[in-house]
């Protein structure tokens, strides 16, 4: 429950945490609500969310990643590079 409600957290790195563990680990209903995610203001969630949804094969992850190595910030668009050339 703690990290379903983090999912809504005014703190980006606590939203990130929480999309990437529920990604990985969650239930259906979880990976939907990390989904929402994929949208988020901070690219750090977009990038965690992202990540975690990877691991699950979903398929909007992928154009998440591709457009965070467009966004400018060297940071996340090399582990966004990285975790597509995985």
Do not use: F, M
Request: net charge positive; proline share 5%; glycine share 8%.
């Amino acid at each position: 429950p703690a990290l379903t409600a983090a999912l809504a957290d005014k703190h980006p790195g606590k939203r990130a945490a929480a999309a990437l563990v529920l990604a990985r680990v969650g239930t259906a209903e979880h990976c939907a609500a990390v989904r929402a995610l994929l949208k988020d203001e901070s690219p750090r969630v977009r990038l965690r969310a992202a990540q975690g949804l990877l691991s699950v094969r979903d398929k909007p992850a992928v154009e998440v990643l591709v457009g965070l190595i467009g966004e400018g910030d060297v940071e996340y668009a090399s582990v966004a590079e990285g975790l597509l050339q995985q």
